[in-house]
């Protein structure tokens, strides 16, 4: 554990806003607050997620057989897809808000 | 013919004369929109006045219209638009397109003005134009059934409400009592004809060319409908309003009359907060295995929607955050025959007028039972609801305050801020019709990653899938799909049912390019109405106020660098007009 180094802050905090089906698995809770270690990634959350709520998050979010995101599934840290950003192994900082969203569509 | 039925109704409203023609120009422009708009820029004079008997009222359904692929339950209404002065075609979903095939008409062409309100009753081959001065200020709902019980059980019903009898420029004609030709203020040309409605029953077919060719393009349609998830899942479950959440996560929610990018009470008004309370069933359009429609219930009263864009337009545009008020606003719209993203976004336009001192009258953001009312008033046009019955155009520029109103070529924009998604912002501004999402839908690889996400931040490169957007759509809206279904089709499926049901051979790319003759003699059309460059533009709000917060934070739009690519993509001068060879090869040439 690397990161337990004297005087430095050892971990961050992301707000979680988990929307539409995923709010399934969370059993209705819309915000989860979720303490990383530093330089986590969105992977981290993912695995974060899943001791909390189960495996299921993984399953939605994750093509088993590539590891990437699965298509359609929207992720956004602080408002900018993390698509554009490194994908899952986007790093979050302390305050961060990620949101999750199931793929959605309308007009 | 195939697909088509080859026949068109023409009604003279003024002479009380029906005839039938022969359908002509389906092969270059399919059906829908594409036929609406030749048939108005060969009929109609320039410049003529859309609330004067010059101009023409046509419904029209599409060579796939009535037949079993998936989504074609829609039919058009074209003309040239009280509201926005442009060539405007106005689509609805529901029963009544495909009812109108089976009577035996790919369109209807009324022309002219009765002397006392009617209605047009067609049960098959036999057309009658019938008194309508009973139900002549009823509502959709007491008109639609008054009209059942009067003609057939199983007729459906296409009409107008209080607010079209009473030409509000932003009335909507609405069928099967929930579903909306909403924008453009057609509504108030049918109003301006003294026609209440049409009803139709038909007992034929759609006779399709190859019904092996057929049944192979619907299954592996199907197939494709039923993989991808947001037809299969998000849009049937949760409806269209599951967007709310993140749009506002993007920063791209409009709220307060556009002055923020995000809703603090967002949640209160989400698609989620919906399925959680007022939902208590789905409805689908005929043909449509998506089924996005939703039937709500309030304290008050069941009814259906609202949906995305209306749930919107009454609450983040209004700073409202009661959903009972917002739904009952929708309902209202329903009931009186107006069109909810233009009412809402006309209304949040007075709200922001009120709150920088251009109104006497305070119209506060957030008050619902105010709202509520002002829907009312604008229908009915009683009160201050007089002047914002002309929509948010005339009414800031009658103010003094032009620049408040978020419009482009005078029709409201709806439910996504275009400071967040530069695509999106081109496609607002060169929309044939005006401020609208649906001529190109660049949300969809903007924020949603469909068919692909590209970077909503940047102008490059969106030229290009705004032209191509304009294009498909214009082809989708022709034959007629719902657009939904191009989450989950190409051009490669809608030219298969275009050959297995017409006969003729149909490519992507000969669809393709029938979208872009399309778009084009619209195009033209504007021009000869006097539209130019400079209409083509958007609020100066968007291109030099940066979003105060959230995730498109400290943005605006980049126009003039897109507008420029855009115009020379599409074989356009530098006034936006087509070239003469870019015409010649679209076959518009004179």
Same mark, same amino acid.
Request: net charge neutral; with cysteine; glycine share 10%.
């Given at each position: 554990?690397?990161?337990?180094?004297?005087?430095?802050?050892?971990?961050?905090?992301?707000?979680?806003?988990?929307?539409?089906?995923?709010?399934?698995?969370?059993?209705?809770?819309?915000?989860?607050?979720?303490?990383?270690?530093?330089?986590?990634?969105?992977?981290?959350?993912?695995?974060?997620?899943?001791?909390?709520?189960?495996?299921?998050?993984?399953?939605? $979010?994750?093509?088993?057989?590539?590891?990437?995101?699965?298509?359609?599934?929207?992720?956004?840290?602080?408002?900018?897809?993390?698509?554009?950003?490194?994908?899952?192994?986007?790093?979050?900082?302390?305050?961060?808000?990620?949101?999750?969203?199931?793929?959605?569509?309308?007009? | 013919?195939?697909?088509?039925?080859?026949?068109?109704?023409?009604?003279?409203?003024?002479?009380?004369?029906?005839?039938?023609?022969?359908?002509?120009? /389906?092969?270059?422009?399919?059906?829908?929109?594409?036929?609406?708009?030749?048939?108005?820029?060969?009929?109609?004079?320039?410049?003529?006045?859309?609330?004067?008997?010059?101009?023409?009222?046509?419904?029209?359904?599409?060579?796939?219209?009535?037949?079993?692929?998936?989504?074609?339950?829609?039919?058009?209404?074209?003309?040239?638009?009280?509201?926005?002065?442009?060539?405007?075609?106005?689509?609805?979903?529901?029963?009544?397109?495909?009812?109108?095939?089976?009577?035996?008409?790919?369109?209807?062409?009324?022309?002219?003005?009765?002397?006392?309100?009617?209605?047009?009753?067609?049960?098959?081959?036999?057309?009658?134009?019938?008194?309508?001065?009973?139900?002549?200020?009823?509502? !959709?709902?007491?008109?639609?059934?008054?009209?059942?019980?009067?003609?057939?059980?199983?007729?459906?019903?296409?009409?107008?409400?209080?607010?079209?009898?009473?030409?509000?420029?932003?009335?909507?004609?609405?069928?099967?009592?929930?579903?909306?030709?909403?924008?453009?203020?057609?509504?108030?040309?049918?109003?301006?004809?003294?026609?209440?409605?049409?009803?139709?029953?038909? !007992?034929?077919?759609?006779?399709?060319?190859?019904?092996?060719?057929?049944?192979?393009?619907?299954?592996?349609?199907?197939?494709?409908?039923?993989?991808?998830?947001?037809?299969?899942?998000?849009?049937?479950?949760?409806?269209?309003?599951?967007?709310?959440?993140?749009?506002?996560?993007?920063?791209?929610?409009?709220?307060?009359?556009?002055?923020?990018?995000?809703?603090?009470?967002?949640?209160?008004?989400?698609?989620?907060?919906?399925?959680?309370?007022?939902?208590?069933?789905?409805? /689908?359009?005929?043909?449509?295995?998506?089924?996005?429609?939703?039937?709500?219930?309030?304290?008050?009263?069941?009814?259906?929607?609202?949906?995305?864009? !209306?749930?919107?337009?009454?609450?983040?545009?209004?700073?409202?955050?009661?959903?009972?008020?917002?739904?009952?606003?929708?309902?209202?719209?329903?009931?009186?025959?107006?069109?909810?993203?233009?009412?809402?976004? $006309?209304?949040?336009?007075?709200?922001?007028?009120?709150?920088?001192?251009?109104?006497? +009258?305070?119209?506060?953001?957030?008050? /619902?039972?105010?709202?509520? +009312?002002?829907?009312?008033?604008?229908?009915?046009?009683?009160?201050?609801?007089?002047?914002?019955?002309?929509?948010?155009?005339?009414?800031?520029?009658?103010?003094?305050?032009? +620049?408040?109103?978020?419009?482009?070529?005078?029709?409201?924009?709806?439910?996504?801020?275009?400071?967040?998604?530069?695509?999106?912002?081109?496609?607002?501004?060169?929309?044939?019709?005006?401020?609208?999402?649906?001529?190109?839908?660049?949300?969809?690889?903007?924020?949603?990653?469909?068919?692909?996400?590209?970077?909503?931040?940047?102008?490059?490169?969106?030229?290009?899938?705004?032209?191509?957007?304009?294009?498909?759509?214009?082809?989708?809206?022709?034959?007629?799909?719902?657009?939904?279904?191009?989450?989950?089709?190409?051009?490669?499926?809608?030219?298969?049912?275009?050959?297995?049901?017409?006969?003729?051979?149909?490519?992507?790319?000969?669809?393709?390019?029938?979208?872009?003759?399309?778009?084009?003699?619209?195009?033209?059309?504007?021009?000869?109405?006097?539209?130019?460059?400079?209409?083509?533009?958007?609020?100066?709000?968007?291109?030099? $106020?940066?979003?105060?917060?959230?995730?498109?934070?400290?943005? !605006?739009?980049?126009?003039?660098?897109?507008?420029?690519?855009?115009?020379?993509?599409?074989?356009?001068?530098?006034?936006?007009?087509?070239?003469?060879?870019?015409?010649?090869?679209?076959?518009?040439?004179?």
């Amino acid at each position: 554990m690397f990161f337990f180094k004297k005087g430095l802050k050892v971990s961050i905090t992301v707000k979680v806003k988990l929307f539409a089906t995923f709010r399934e698995i969370t059993g209705g809770q819309r915000i989860v607050v979720v303490k990383l270690p530093r330089k986590a990634t969105i992977k981290n959350l993912i695995e974060e997620l899943s001791k909390l709520f189960g495996q299921e998050i993984k399953d939605i $979010t994750l093509d088993p057989k590539t590891g990437n995101l699965k298509s359609f599934n929207n992720f956004l840290v602080n408002g900018h897809n993390i698509k554009l950003l490194q994908e899952l192994r986007t790093r979050l900082d302390n305050g961060d808000t990620v949101a999750f969203f199931p793929p959605v569509g309308g007009g | 013919m195939y697909g088509w039925i080859g026949e068109i109704l023409r009604v003279d409203l003024t002479s009380g004369k029906v005839s039938i023609e022969e359908l002509k120009f /389906a092969k270059k422009f399919i059906g829908g929109r594409g036929l609406g708009v030749k048939i108005l820029y060969d009929e109609l004079e320039p410049k003529i006045d859309p609330l004067s008997t010059e101009n023409k009222l046509i419904f029209a359904t599409g060579p796939v219209t009535g037949t079993r692929a998936p989504t074609s339950g829609r039919y058009c209404v074209v003309s040239k638009s009280p509201l926005t002065g442009t060539i405007f075609d106005s689509h609805s979903g529901g029963f009544w397109g495909p009812e109108l095939k089976f009577a035996g008409y790919d369109g209807i062409i009324i022309e002219g003005r009765m002397k006392k309100p009617v209605y047009i009753w067609i049960a098959d081959k036999q057309v009658e134009i019938r008194d309508a001065s009973d139900i002549w200020g009823l509502d !959709t709902h007491k008109t639609t059934e008054k009209l059942v019980k009067e003609t057939d059980p199983k007729a459906k019903v296409a009409c107008i409400g209080p607010a079209g009898e009473r030409q509000v420029l932003i009335s909507a004609i609405i069928n099967d009592k929930h579903r909306a030709a909403g924008r453009g203020g057609l509504g108030a040309v049918m109003g301006y004809k003294r026609l209440k409605a049409i009803v139709v029953r038909g !007992t034929g077919k759609v006779d399709i060319a190859n019904e092996e060719e057929f049944d192979e393009i619907y299954d592996e349609s199907m197939v494709v409908i039923r993989k991808h998830p947001i037809t299969d899942k998000s849009l049937p479950t949760l409806g269209t309003a599951v967007l709310v959440n993140i749009v506002n996560e993007y920063g791209m929610y409009p709220t307060r009359n556009f002055q923020e990018g995000v809703f603090e009470d967002a949640e209160g008004v989400s698609g989620e907060k919906i399925t959680e309370t007022i939902l208590v069933g789905r409805r /689908a359009c005929y043909a449509c295995p998506i089924g996005c429609g939703r039937i709500t219930k309030t304290s008050k009263k069941e009814g259906e929607g609202p949906e995305y864009e !209306t749930l919107w337009a009454f609450s983040a545009q209004c700073g409202v955050n009661n959903l009972e008020a917002v739904t009952h606003a929708n309902y209202l719209c329903n009931e009186l025959g107006l069109d909810t993203i233009s009412t809402g976004n $006309t209304i949040g336009c007075a709200m922001e007028m009120s709150q920088k001192g251009f109104l006497k +009258e305070k119209i506060e953001f957030g008050d /619902a039972e105010k709202l509520v +009312e002002l829907v009312e008033k604008i229908a009915f046009k009683e009160g201050v609801g007089k002047e914002l019955s002309e929509g948010s155009k005339r009414f800031a520029e009658k103010h003094g305050c032009p +620049e408040l109103a978020m419009q482009v070529k005078g029709l409201e924009l709806p439910a996504y801020d275009p400071r967040g998604a530069q695509g999106h912002a081109l496609a607002y501004a060169t929309s044939n019709r005006g401020g609208c999402h649906l001529r190109a839908y660049l949300i969809g690889p903007e924020l949603l990653g469909t068919p692909a996400l590209v970077d909503r931040t940047k102008p490059e490169g969106k030229a290009d899938l705004v032209r191509n957007f304009q294009n498909l759509f214009s082809v989708i809206e022709s034959m007629i799909l719902c657009v939904f279904s191009s989450f989950a089709l190409s051009p490669y499926h809608y030219a298969k049912f275009m050959t297995a049901v017409t006969g003729l051979e149909y490519t992507g790319k000969d669809l393709m390019t029938i979208g872009e003759r399309i778009w084009n003699l619209e195009r033209l059309f504007n021009i000869r109405e006097g539209f130019g460059r400079s209409d083509d533009s958007l609020p100066p709000r968007f291109l030099k $106020t940066p979003l105060p917060e959230g995730g498109s934070r400290e943005r !605006t739009v980049f126009l003039e660098k897109m507008l420029e690519e855009y115009y020379s993509l599409r074989g356009w001068d530098d006034r936006g007009i087509p070239l003469k060879s870019k015409l010649e090869e679209l076959g518009l040439s004179r």
